[in-house]
T-cell receptor, first 111, second 114 residues
């Protein structure tokens, strides 16, 4: 069974600090990795994608990928209350036409 | 606006009824999906179509039947609704079949069966 594991949280971070969200995956054939943000009552929204080892930065967001350790992370710098949401990690199934989803980490940014 | 749009946004119905949810995307994507998100927020894939062809058919009751009249539309029909069908149903699309580009989600349909 291919799996994506995330700590469900909630992860509480003070405003202005760095929020660090982690995800591990089991399928070594996976090549595409995604972070989605889901506000309560809303649909998931793609915020970062990463395809190769290392860091990828987009504004306050940095995705990190380590394929050897099968580990993906998302860093949010200068966290804002508007970043409070559930963050879903998704990984493509290397042998199938779909994404494998984590259960999500609930992030709370405290003013 | 380019988007994935679903209707209706809310659906409250009695057990035993039959209902449909419609989805349309104007992104020019080839692949469309139906997902179910339960109360624990876990996203579970139900079906996927690529250019009107069914490619993923997960283990869901056969009361659920998808239909794709063209690659821009994917509808979901549910027969004999049960209490356990209550959930949020998301339609999504991706540019290609391999899910390598991520998905764009519709706004969801909150189904409540009473």
């Amino acid at each position: 069974q291919k799996e994506v594991e995330q700590n469900s949280g909630p992860l509480s971070v003070p405003e202005g600090a760095i929020a660090s969200l982690n995800c591990t995956y089991s399928d070594r054939g996976s090549q595409s990795f995604f972070w989605y943000r889901q506000y309560s009552g809303k649909s998931p929204e793609l915020i970062m994608s990463i395809y190769s080892n290392g860091d990828k930065e987009d504004g306050r967001f940095t995705a990190q990928l380590n394929k050897a350790s099968q580990y993906v992370s998302l860093l949010i710098r200068d966290s804002q209350p508007s970043d409070s949401a559930t963050y879903l990690c998704a990984v493509n199934d290397g042998s199938n036409y779909q994404l494998i989803w984590g259960a999500g980490t609930k992030l709370i940014i405290k003013p | 606006d380019t988007a994935v749009s679903q209707t209706p946004k809310y659906l409250v119905t009695q057990m035993g009824n039959d209902k449909s949810i419609k989805c349309e995307q104007n992104l020019g994507h080839d692949t469309m999906y139906w997902y179910k998100q339960d109360s624990k927020k876990f996203l579970k894939i139900m079906f996927s179509y690529n250019n009107k062809e069914l490619i993923i058919n997960e283990t869901v009751p056969n009361r659920f039947s998808p239909k794709s009249p063209d690659k821009a539309h994917l509808n979901l029909h549910i027969n004999s609704l049960e209490l356990g069908d209550s959930a949020v149903y998301f339609c999504a699309s991706s540019p290609t079949i391999g899910a390598g580009d991520g998905y764009t989600f519709g706004s969801g349909t909150r189904l409540t069966v009473v």
